[in-house]
């Protein structure tokens, strides 16, 4: 692979390009092309969702056999990767960790920054830069808005660039996330997506998850969505008009049983009280907008229940053991969705 | 390997399985008639210790070659192993660890709880199976008894079980640590454990090792036990029961100078303060129960010293430098017998 | 490779040894006329340090294909590695790591003390001995000054004794630091390291690698040093010694400017105030021995900038775009220089 970018000579300061709109910056993330950082579900359009569901069709198929898992791990088995967590996040760390032992790529941890020579008065920036000397790729997650981002891009303009893959950053932006959600929506319905009605209930105001997945909601044609919130957390207002913008028709509704009868797919969330400012999580009662065991005669038999995980109490533990509950497979998903973006970024999901 | 578990159907409630014996439990945590969780040194007859014992020598022969390790870290090299280790210790961790290294087996770790999801208000039980999602086997240390023993029940009703190994459970199990204590006599006696006298030494009362080495020795004819130990912390007495029923001749004494000259094994224990309720170790003479440089000419030639470690001052430096002091190897042979018992659980053992 | 060490019957007791001069030691810690432990930088003489870089050389050109990775990958495939770092060094720590990774060589950490069987009263030497049962190398960083090289006396008066590499050992050795810097000379002079001019800056009392690198010109011809600090931080008095002795010419000076024209290498260093008594370090203005932007129009050139990393503010930012701004290569050349040692000390260097 060759390691200069083009970009080093044209691109502006730091503080010029941080807030361009996203669509602008997409260039500059990529190369030969191709996404080079993965920092923003933007950068996923339909015919590269496509291409990653199918690589990772691909991989849990070849895999399934020794000599076939064996291949695979061969194939990235010069590549090191870091995975540079300093916000804690086991679930994803775990995900992306077994993903690149799939992968055949070795992989060293960050996992706590007061360890590091951040003490000694390094710059983060430096501080990601000697990791970064060490390794073929980054996964960084970090809880500064931006600073995922700033990485790639100070990493672009060196002469010995890394991708980087964003892990979590922040409340902005988890990008593999959204991509192992709309993976379950691939698998689950034989990868047809268009023309699905998808449900999605909970804290819609904070979690980051429901917002991604109806922003990559665009990339399919017939799509209907329903919104079901307390009415102190429903969806924001920048995704609906996004949503209005790109003529995607949506519902709010306090009515779960109302809507759930022609879901295709009801997306779960847990309500994010760590963002309450003053205890207002407390002040609402969650209890209409839980799953239970009596809701499964309620749905379609194809209908599948979602839910990022950890869940609380918003599904009944009764419903794990029913075919349509289908966020202990979408965990799964998320490990060999992230594998075949890893295989895409360093070219080798041809030689599967 | 087949995943699906026949026992799904059948299997009771956790609150009416787990308080039944052992002896009942078995059959559930086995697949096609083999071990697969590993719980409870129970699960050890004596066909299945010479089996593993036979399997660790030969990793240790094979492995002595350049061309011999790398075939063997190529059986399992499809697996990936979680060591799920949220009680300290280092030792055992490591143990494992470097067992599934020698296998092939590709790891990862969860150390610590904090940084889990758990914090995000996540059932224990969610947890584990989120990980359990990315691995093909869990190792699992963890304060609470039971809690492994709950995770292979759970796990053994999901659509996706994986074995689990038991790294030490609370007070009541510690499996392989049994394991390596009977294959240390095993190599130490050529595999004839058969009419061997025993000596065990020290906190007999609250040292979890000789609880399940007296167990196990139920396996082996003519074995003859002596318990030597503070009377305050003699041995308990549903393991001198356990012996009367199995006819297994035992004698308590103070006196270990006394029984040392006839002993083929002597296995010390440590004081296990740790375990006080009010100081009641600093009120005993632990020094009766130490073995110096000067018992090495009263023991016979053939005796073995053992030892659990880690050590205080039971044992004295210089005895480590005589042929007969085996706790080393014992410590060593503890990740062989580990590789043997991963070896026999994904059934590669017939490839050595 | 035998295991068993011709030493232990002629040692003698660690008071005696520990207190004699390294030229004496040196010999305890080879086997067969080779370097088996590397505890000092003084083990490194000019024919070694040629081998060791033709080597790094070597794995850096033939693991720029990913066959040649692989057969690089595949030299140790066989050994485990335990990197006992109980003193906090991220960026030392995953040099190494990431340079056992090079080499196939499979890694255990141990990065915290307080979870290790210590707790239970065990002494520091056995807590070692125990971890090195599974392993076949120790990679240790230590905060007490002597503990690597008593480990690497200890371990190999065992029946099993295995190389112990110094990380980083208190003030006193940091053998792979220096190796490391002199290979940064030898690859930016294109193995013409005689007849240079060094011009080292900074706290030179109280860095280790500015005496490190000192120590190891002896092995080079024509070599003049150039010291530049604040009075307060000169070099100390047994280097320039040292350097009398060795007739290798050297002059002090506070002022930078006036030094660097000539200079073929200027090695940079921060202000250590981690050492810092009473505050010493804020009564001294440390810009004058800064290297800014408007000082590459002084410099030759052919001159390279290093730095040990991490840096605060001595390198101007900007400087990193010249390309005689080696200091990110630098820390990458570390991990080279690691990977040949270890290829070295497994005598898998003829296989490259």
Redesign the interface.
């Given at each position: 692979m060759q390691r200069t970018s083009a970009m080093t000579s044209v691109q502006p300061d730091w503080e010029n390009f941080y807030p361009r709109p996203i669509s602008e910056k997409i260039p500059f993330f990529s190369k030969d092309g191709r996404l080079y950082d993965c920092l923003f579900a933007q950068q996923f359009n339909r015919e590269l969702l496509n291409h990653l569901f199918e690589t990772a069709n691909k991989l849990k198929t070849v895999?399934h056999r020794?000599d076939g898992?064996?291949h695979v791990?061969?194939l990235l088995?010069?590549k090191?990767a870091?995975l540079y967590f300093v916000q804690?996040?086991?679930?994803t760390f775990?995900?992306f960790?077994?993903a690149c032992?799939?992968m055949g790529i070795?992989t060293?941890e960050?996992?706590d920054t007061t360890?590091?020579?951040e003490?000694?008065?390094?710059t983060p920036e430096?501080?990601v830069?000697?990791?970064s000397?060490?390794?073929d790729m980054i996964i960084m997650r970090h809880p500064a808005p931006g600073f995922v981002e700033k990485t790639a891009w100070l990493m672009n303009r060196?002469g010995?660039p890394v991708p980087i893959v964003n892990g979590g950053s922040g409340k902005d932006q988890h990008p593999t996330q959204a991509l192992l959600d709309v993976y379950t929506l691939y698998r689950s319905f034989a990868g047809e997506i268009d023309n699905k009605h998808i449900v999605m209930v909970g804290d819609l105001k904070r979690g980051r998850t429901v917002r991604s997945l109806s922003y990559l909601m665009k990339s399919y044609k017939g799509i209907k969505l329903s919104f079901v919130s307390p009415k102190e957390f429903r969806m924001e207002s920048d995704i609906l008009d996004f949503l209005r913008r790109h003529d995607i028709p949506f519902t709010e509704t306090e009515d779960f049983r109302g809507v759930m009868k022609t879901a295709d797919a009801i997306y779960m969330t847990?309500i994010q009280d760590?963002h309450d400012k003053s205890g207002e999580s407390k002040a609402v009662d969650y209890s209409p907008f839980h799953f239970r065991q009596e809701h499964l005669k309620e749905i379609k038999k194809t209908c599948v229940i979602m839910h990022p995980?950890?869940?609380?109490h918003e599904i009944e533990l009764s419903v794990?053991d029913d075919p349509r509950a289908v966020f202990?497979r979408q965990?799964?998903n998320g490990?060999w969705a992230r594998a075949a973006l890893m295989a895409y970024i360093f070219g080798v999901d041809k030689k599967l």
């Open positions: 895999t020794k898992a064996d791990s061969s088995s010069d090191r870091m804690p996040s086991t679930r775990m995900s960790l077994n032992h799939i070795k060293s960050i996992r360890t590091s020579s003490v000694k008065g390094e430096d501080t830069r000697t990791f000397s060490y390794v060196t010995r847990r760590e995980l950890p869940r609380r794990d202990w965990e799964r490990m």
